[in-house]
C-alpha cells in the first residue's frame, strides 16, 4: 500500500519543520567554524559578528557593542534559514535534489558560496570586489550549509511519511534487508517518488 499524499502531514506544518531545523543546524555549524576561525586569528565572537552586521551598516557597526553583534547573528541565521528554504522549495520541483541528497547538498554548498560572494558581497556596505575562489570556504559551504540543509529536508520528510504509518522499527530484516515495522508490517523507502518529490513509503503485510 503506498502512502497517498492526503496522508501526510499538512505541507506548510512539513516546510516549516523542515526549513527551520534545516536553517538552524546549517547556521550552527557555520558560525561555530567561523568563530573558531576568528579565535585563532585573535577576534572575539563579537567583532565577528559586527562584521557580518557591516554588511548592512558598514564600518559604523565595529561602534555598536553587543546590539550590533545581537543584529549581526539575526543576519547570519537569516541567511541561513532563507539558503533552507530555497532548497526545500527547490526539492519539490527537482526530484534528484531527494534522491542524491549528499552531491546535491554539497553542490548546493558550492551555489550558495557563489550566490554571497559574488553578488550579496559586492552589493553590501563593505563594496567587496569579485575574487577567486577560496578553497577554504567553499569546502566550509559545502559540508557545514549545503550538506546538513539537503539531509535535513531529506530526513525530515520521510520521517514525517513514517510516523504517518507509525510503529517503531523492531530492527529485524527480510531476505531482501527491508528493515521491518512491529509486529506485522514491513517498510520501504521506493525509489520513486510523489509529485512534490517526496519518497513513497510502501506498507504491505506479511
Do not use: W
Not at 577576534?43 to 558598514?58: C, D, E, F, N, T
Not at 564600518?59 to 541567511?79: D, E, Q, V
Not at 535535513?152 to 511519511?161: A, D, K
Not at 520501504?188 to 504491505?204: C, F, K, W
Amino acid at each position: 500500500m503506498t502512502a497517498s499524499p492526503s496522508s501526510v502531514l499538512s505541507r506548510p506544518s512539513q516546510a516549516y519543520r523542515a526549513i527551520g531545523f534545516a536553517g538552524l543546524l546549517a547556521g550552527s555549524l557555520d558560525i561555530t567554524a567561523a568563530f573558531v576561525e576568528a579565535g585563532l586569528e585573535g577576534r572575539s565572537p563579537v567583532s565577528l559578528l559586527q562584521g557580518i552586521a557591516g554588511g548592512l551598516l558598514g564600518m559604523s557597526s565595529f561602534k555598536g557593542g553587543l546590539a550590533t553583534a545581537a543584529l549581526g547573528a539575526f543576519f547570519h541565521f537569516l541567511i541561513a534559514t532563507t539558503a533552507a528554504a530555497v532548497f526545500y522549495l527547490a526539492s519539490r520541483k527537482l526530484k534528484f535534489l531527494q534522491r542524491h541528497a549528499i552531491a546535491s547538498g554539497l553542490i548546493y554548498g558550492v551555489a550558495v558560496y557563489a550566490f554571497m560572494n559574488y553578488i550579496v558581497l559586492p552589493l553590501s556596505a563593505y563594496h567587496v570586489k569579485i575574487a577567486l575562489p577560496s578553497i577554504k570556504d567553499v569546502t566550509i559551504l559545502m559540508f557545514l550549509v549545503g550538506l546538513p540543509i539537503s539531509l535535513m529536508v531529506r530526513s525530515i520528510r520521510i520521517g514525517v511519511l513514517l510516523d504517518e504509518i507509525g510503529g517503531p522499527f523492531c530492527g529485524a530484516k527480510n531476505r531482501e534487508g527491508v528493515r521491518h515495522l512491529c509486529p506485522c508490517r514491513k517498510l520501504l523507502v521506493a525509489p520513486e517518488s510523489l509529485n512534490d518529490g517526496s519518497p513513497v513509503i510502501r506498507r504491505e503485510r506479511y
